[in-house]
């Protein structure tokens, strides 16, 4: 079984700049998810519509639940794209929600 455990709005900002610009600001959502006992850690971005980011475990994509993970996060939260850790790389990337390879 699957279900949300947890969802909390983010909302980070930088310190406001001088001349009044700032270097970044991430607004979105963070989920945990519960995909047969065990725990995810989904975020959403405001700007990226439609896209869900698997931020943990960072081997997320090669567990037994994976499936699961994503067809409840695309039945559920409505997106078409998912992105997961790649260790090599130390960043998120896209994978083909049939296969689960990183694209």
């Known amino acids: 079984m699957t279900s949300i455990t947890s969802k909390e709005r983010f909302d980070e900002v ?14 979105g959502f963070n989920y945990v998810l519960a995909v047969d006992g065990r725990d ?14 698997v931020i943990s475990p960072t081997d997320a994509r090669t567990r037994s639940e994976a499936r699961a993970l994503v067809k409840f996060i695309t039945s559920t939260l409505g997106c078409t794209g998912i992105q997961f850790y790649c260790g090599p790389d130390g960043t998120y990337k896209p994978v083909e929600i049939g296969t689960l390879e990183f694209t």
Not at 19 to 25: I, N, P, Q
């Open 14 to 27: 930088a310190p406001e700049n001088p001349d009044g610009t700032v270097d970044y600001a991430y607004h």
């Open 40 to 53: 995810f850690h989904v975020r959403t971005y405001d700007d990226e519509p439609g896209i869900a980011t």
